[in-house]
């Protein structure tokens, strides 16, 4: 797998910048989620998913849209993890 360096930031509700990192892109259930790391979350291991829109002819940008079904974000979880625990596997 080709690995991914994306760069991005986030605004919050309040109008706060957030930076992160784009790991991962995971189909689920035919929609496609992002994985993000946040910026300072590398010792945690903590992500974000959200669900990646994205946009259309008529528009030059993609979303990001918040994800709320738990069981999706834990679908989604398991998948990058599952992911990255065969690569590791594949590595050895």
């Known amino acids: ?6 760069n991005i930031t986030l605004t ?3 109008g706060n910048e957030i930076n992160c990192e784009m790991l991962d892109m995971i ?7 992002a994985v993000l790391g946040m910026e300072g979350s590398e010792e ?3 992500v974000a ?3 990646y829109v994205f946009g ?3 528009s030059d940008s993609d979303d990001l849209i918040s994800v709320e079904d738990e069981k999706v ?6 998948l990058f993890i599952a992911r ?3 690569e590791d596997g594949d590595a050895e």
Do not use: P, R, S, W
Not at 1 to 6: C, I, R, S, V, W
């Open 56 to 58: 259309d002819d008529d």
């Open 1 to 6: 797998m080709e690995e991914m360096n994306n």
């Open 49 to 51: 998913i959200m669900e």
């Open 73 to 78: 974000l834990d679908a989604v979880l398991d």
């Open 84 to 86: 990255y625990e065969e």
């Open 27 to 33: 189909e689920y259930e035919g929609k496609t989620y």
């Open 12 to 14: 919050d509700e309040e």
């Open 44 to 46: 945690t291991g903590e």
